[in-house]
């Protein structure tokens, strides 16, 4: 896990450094800068050109809880992260708290009733018009009905969970035990929690994995479209500055996050799979 | 639902026919300014009327489709092919190279996209030309998104390394480069087929999302994206026709949805 997220540190770093463009920087347009001022911003880009060499230092700093300095920003790299990190979580937990509430609250009843076929209809082509649209233009159409980031992602998300949680349900409504369970006068409630749930419960741990990464990635243009104080608005923020160090511990912690969600999950699943149902 | 997917396959033969030969169908230049009818409202001459600059918004859609439309399948190629070579020799080496391979498609993987384009895409010179800007946005897209489809055509080719009639192939003696050609590759050729669609919609809304955060193809070439940046200032709500480019883009990334819900990529 350490291997991957330092890999994609340096080849965000790499990318970076070998994009075409990486050493002009804007500021040098600024007619009142002089030639002394310009030949110092020269002489700090030269020096930052090498990538191993200041990946290497930025690893040996690392170690010293010092995650570098952000030019476009004029402040520390660690306390930025720090300041922006609590928006991002909040806003993260609205959206799959309500994404998969109302994800997986819609596609209960498309399982359970199988002759609900106008509510199906509806619910399916309510979703598949919502995945047609990018987040970016969710979050214009939200923000002018002054809906919070949160809620954007909450409308990100949700059709995505509800079209995955469609099909997954609606094969485990379809087993022949829950058929025969039915037929013995078992409640509804007891038939989901039971032997729906968790019958479909390492797919839908795996979903809570993808759904972790697809939040991460709308995050960037919900958060500059709506103009959030968070991390998603702050790497927009890092790309358009040329903001190397930050863009490199941007792009790890993006990785550790999304890594980790990968691994809760493939664990909860293993814990699942060996416990008895 | 027959009727639907039949519907869809022809909207997407029409809007396809338009990408292809837009000088057909436009009135217009896409870069063409009419500077006395600025913000203009629709009128007979200029259907979805004009933008700030003067621009006939009609035939910058229909422009703007080809970018959107052609350059995605392009890049879906390109993923495509990568992820065919890569998947394939990883599946059939194994081994230093099947880790090596896999670890990268993990890397890959673990990296939202749009994250990845932003970095590479802000770094593009300030003058970009806008051919040069589309040709790398699109190229980017190709080269990111080889890692998942990589990832299937190795599980396939692993599988059907295995499998009973490579072994009956083999002990005939069947040399390697025959057996990848008339054995392995039309087993594969499915997979690839149902990853190359399933890419499409995905790079059109990719490149959509770069664009409306202004880091998409280069002014003055229209696309999906920089067209629907028009609706940043919320002016849509008085002006519905600008939601023009929002309801192609929808009808046709929902058309791609239904005509891949019903199709067998099975092998």
Same mark, same amino acid.
């Given at each position: 896990m350490a291997g991957l997220v330092l890999a994609a540190g340096l080849a965000s770093a790499v990318l970076v450094r070998y994009s075409p463009g990486a050493l002009v920087d804007q500021r040098e347009l600024n007619q009142r800068l002089g030639e002394d001022s310009l030949a110092a911003m020269r002489a700090q880009k030269a020096r930052n050109s090498n990538v191993g060499a200041n990946f290497l230092a930025y690893l040996r700093n690392l170690v010293h809880g010092d995650l570098g300095y952000s030019e476009s920003n004029n402040a520390p790299i660690a306390s930025l992260i720090a300041d922006r990190a609590p928006a991002t979580l909040r806003e993260l937990g609205v959206g799959l708290s309500g994404g998969w509430l109302i994800g997986l609250g819609l596609a209960i009843p498309v399982g359970r009733f199988r002759r609900?076929? &106008?509510?199906?209809?509806?619910?399916?082509?309510?979703?598949?018009?919502?995945?047609?649209?990018? @987040?970016?233009?969710?979050?214009?159409?939200?923000? &002018?009905?002054?809906? @919070?980031?949160?809620?954007?992602?909450?409308?990100?998300?949700?059709?995505?969970?509800?079209?995955?949680?469609?099909?997954?349900?609606?094969?485990?409504?379809?087993?022949?035990?829950?058929? &025969?369970?039915?037929?013995?006068?078992?409640?509804?409630?007891?038939?989901l929690s039971a032997h729906i749930l968790p019958e479909a419960a390492p797919q839908l741990l795996a979903l809570f994995a993808a759904s972790a990464s697809m939040a991460i990635g709308a995050a960037i243009p919900v958060e500059a479209i709506c103009d959030a104080p968070g991390l998603g608005r702050l790497a927009w923020q890092a790309a358009t500055a040329r903001d190397l160090p930050l863009l490199v511990n941007l792009t790890m912690l993006v990785t550790l996050a999304t890594i980790a969600a990968v691994i809760?999950?493939?664990? &909860?699943?293993?814990?699942?799979?060996?416990?008895?149902? | 639902m027959k009727t639907a997917r039949a519907a869809a396959i022809a909207l997407l033969a029409v809007i396809a026919l338009i990408a292809l030969a837009p000088e057909w169908w436009a009135t217009n230049r896409y870069e063409t300014q009419f500077r006395a009818t600025p913000d203009a409202p629709p009128s007979a001459r200029f259907p979805l009327g004009t933008d700030a600059l003067g621009r006939d918004r009609l035939s910058r859609l229909i422009y703007g489709t080809r970018v959107s439309f052609l350059l995605a399948p392009a890049a879906a190629l390109l993923s495509c092919i990568a992820a065919a070579a890569l998947g394939g020799l990883a599946g059939l080496a194994g081994g230093f190279l099947d880790r090596t391979i896999v670890a990268a498609a993990d890397l890959f993987l673990s990296l939202p996209w749009l994250f990845l384009l932003l970095i590479v895409r802000a770094c593009l010179p300030l003058n970009v030309s806008p051919a040069a800007s589309v040709t790398i946005t699109f190229l980017l897209l190709g080269m990111l998104g080889w890692a998942a489809p990589a990832r299937v055509v190795r599980a396939a080719v692993r599988k059907l390394k295995s499998s009973d009639f490579v072994f009956m192939a083999r002990a005939r003696g069947c040399r390697p480069w025959r057996l990848l050609w008339r054995q392995l590759v039309p087993n594969v050729a499915p997979i690839l087929l149902a990853q190359f669609w399933v890419s499409i919609p995905i790079y059109i809304l990719t490149e959509t999302t770069l664009g409306m955060l202004g880091l998409g193809v280069a002014e003055p070439l229209p696309s999906w994206g920089g067209l629907l940046r028009e609706l940043e200032g919320g002016y849509f709500i008085a002006q519905p026709y600008l939601l023009a480019p929002a309801i192609l883009l929808a009808l046709v990334v929902g058309s791609f949805q239904l005509v891949l819900a019903r199709e067998d990529f099975s092998i």
């Open positions: 609900a076929w &106008m509510y199906d209809a509806a619910s399916s082509a309510t979703a598949g018009l919502l995945l047609s649209l990018p @987040a970016a233009l969710l979050a214009y159409l939200c923000l &002018m009905e002054g809906a @919070a980031s949160g809620t954007v992602l909450v409308i990100v998300l949700a059709p995505r969970i509800f079209r995955f949680a469609r099909n997954l349900l609606v094969q485990a409504y379809g087993a022949h035990h829950v058929e &025969m369970a039915r037929a013995r006068g078992v409640r509804e409630w007891r038939i809760l999950s493939e664990s &909860m699943t293993r814990k699942d799979a060996g416990s008895p149902v | -």
